[in-house]
């Protein structure tokens, strides 16, 4: 099965080099490229969130703004635009300073600082090729206000990323770290043997977590069709199959918590294809994850699988979007995967049920509908339904999970981007966990909630960005849970690595039981940005929980230079 699985992978990677169109890096869902992509249009998000930073979805970006020539090359308080800035191989070099020092300018026009976004590149005449050498800075240091208690990242490392002839683009980025991390993530990793969001970890001499943070990618069109539009007088996409091969985490939803595929736990090789037709939409993706942290005669981590689709109907006109999803987790005894989940458009459980096997296949249903400012969206994940006694008991056989949010972008004046998010999340017990080791994990950590069951949550975030200040911005995220924890090693149902067969209550199991806990969490960001690629953060965050007895007020400061990905990890 391992040689049927990578040769799978080797046909499909060398069909993308050949027909390959490329694109730019991909936009992370919840990270600061979101948020401002997001506040400057509720319509650009999408569901998969799959977005290359392609010359069309740039453009989106622009809105009405038609004095675009000045912001390519004025970076100022009152005009700064964030895409236009990031992606010159579509809006032209841009100079500020130092670019024009004679120094820069001896090395030649596709060298050092060619962009202040780019430390070093090499660019052809019509930009079509271009190859670029990035550092990454990603420190942080957070102290409680108590002095008992505080956070430290020091993240360095490179980021590379390029397209050639026009046939392949790729990224990677390589990330070396020593955190030290707050009590409540210790706590987590007490009780689970790993830190949130991370693989492998060691301690260093001086006591500090010591791990590499990877991810990389390429990714093309594998076939593409536009048709001229008389009434937008634009060219219209008919029909697109975009592939991605790599190793890196996704996001399924429209709002912060992800119920189907979150970007909680680590990176892992995946291959993954998003389909385009009309109106019609359709993912395949499949992961190698990382099992119970258990080792193989080879002394290597035992693996299971995920193989994911996702279709939806999008009605453009009143703004409404359908989508059906279907995940099956798998593992085998020889560590491979099972050929007959690559049929990309066959129903899962079915073959699950064919085969006699222990798989774990869940389904969801995901809707979003925008309306003006508005744009509201839901999600109802089904693992296991018991018919019989849906309407008569709590059985512990009754496990799904729902979620229900919306967005407002105001039109204020004062206010150049922004939007409001309110969000309410409830996954019964016993949710995503199995009989077997094919629960709903990867690494030890939840693909879905990092609450992950028996729960529920309301969640609010603010981001803004003011007209005249518009290289600052301000966001808010505060979360309050309610939890049911396990109980002297009984099953509530709020671990999902528990056989949900050993069930302290199979007639009555309700949201809460257990050891019932409050938990509440707010965090305040202020980002400056004193380079297009270089943030300054200043954070607040107060977290607390009542089953432990356990509240902590912490101030950070942030520097991030070519590094956008949020934290969400730490946010639960």
């Not at 004046?413 to 996954?427: D, I």
Request: with cysteine; glycine share 6%; aromatic share 18%.
């Amino acid at each position: 099965m391992k040689l049927i699985f990578k040769t799978f992978f080797i046909v499909c990677i060398s069909i993308v080099q050949i027909n390959l169109n490329a694109q730019y890096r991909f936009i992370k869902a919840n990270s600061s490229e979101d948020d401002r992509l997001i506040s400057t249009n509720l319509g650009l998000i999408n569901t998969n969130r799959f977005y290359p930073q392609s010359a069309e979805l740039i453009a989106q970006t622009q809105g009405s703004n038609s004095n675009i020539s000045i912001l390519q090359n004025e970076f100022s308080n009152k005009n700064f635009n964030y895409f236009s800035w990031n992606n010159p191989e579509y809006l032209g070099n841009k100079k500020i300073k130092f670019t024009n020092w004679d120094f820069i300018k001896k090395l030649g026009p596709n060298s050092l600082y060619q962009n202040p976004n780019r430390f070093y590149s090499w660019e052809s005449k019509d930009r079509k090729d271009y190859f670029v050498i990035n550092p990454v800075l990603d420190l942080s240091y957070a102290r409680k206000s108590a002095f008992s208690d505080s956070l430290l990242f020091n993240g360095r490392g490179l980021e590379f990323y390029g397209q050639f002839g026009d046939k392949f683009t790729f990224y990677t980025q390589l990330m070396d770290y020593q955190a030290d991390y707050t009590k409540s993530i210790d706590n987590y990793k007490d009780s689970l043997h790993i830190y949130p969001g991370i693989g492998k970890f060691y301690r260093n001499s001086f006591n500090y977590v010591d791990y590499f943070y990877t991810t990389g990618y390429v990714s093309g069109k594998l076939l593409e069709k536009k048709e001229y539009d008389s009434t937008t007088k634009k060219d219209a996409l008919v029909y697109q199959i975009v592939a991605t091969f790599g190793n890196d985490k996704q996001f399924i939803g429209n709002g912060y918590r992800s119920l189907i595929l979150s970007d909680f736990a680590p990176p892992s090789l995946f291959f993954q294809v998003n389909y385009k037709l009309g109106p019609f939409k359709y993912q395949n993706l499949f992961k190698e994850l990382i099992g119970d942290l258990s080792i193989d005669s080879n002394k290597i981590l035992n693996k299971k699988y995920l193989a994911l689709h996702r279709a939806s109907l999008e009605f453009e006109k009143v703004g409404l979007e359908l989508g059906l999803t279907e995940m099956i987790v798998q593992s085998r005894s020889n560590n491979g995967f099972d050929a007959n989940y690559f049929n990309p458009v066959i129903f899962y459980r079915a073959v699950e049920r064919d085969l006699g096997s222990g798989d774990n296949a869940l389904i969801a249903l995901d809707a979003k509908y925008k309306k003006g400012p508005f744009l509201f969206y839901t999600q109802f994940v089904l693992d296991e339904f018991s018919v019989g006694k849906a309407f008569t008991t709590n059985s512990y056989l009754n496990k799904f999970a729902f979620q229900l949010g919306g967005y407002y972008r105001p039109q204020l004046s004062f206010m150049k981007q922004g939007y409001l998010n309110l969000e309410f999340n409830q996954v019964r017990p016993y949710t995503y966990s199995h009989w077997s080791t094919n629960y709903y994990s990867s690494y030890n950590q939840a693909l879905a909630h990092p609450l992950e069951s028996n729960f529920r949550e309301v969640l609010f975030r603010l981001f803004f960005v003011p007209q005249n200040l518009q290289r600052w911005s301000f966001r808010n995220i505060t979360s309050f849970a309610f939890k049911g924890f396990d109980l002297s090693g009984d099953n509530y149902g709020s671990n999902i690595r528990k056989s949900y067969y050993t069930a302290i209550e199979k007639n009555n199991a309700f949201i809460g039981q257990g050891d019932k806990s409050s938990i509440f969490n707010t965090f305040n960001e202020i980002t400056y940005y004193a380079m297009p690629n270089l943030l300054l953060q200043f954070t607040q965050q107060f977290r607390s929980q009542s089953n432990i007895r356990q509240s902590n007020n912490y101030l950070y400061i942030s520097i991030k230079y070519n590094f956008t990905q949020n934290r969400n990890q730490y946010l639960f």
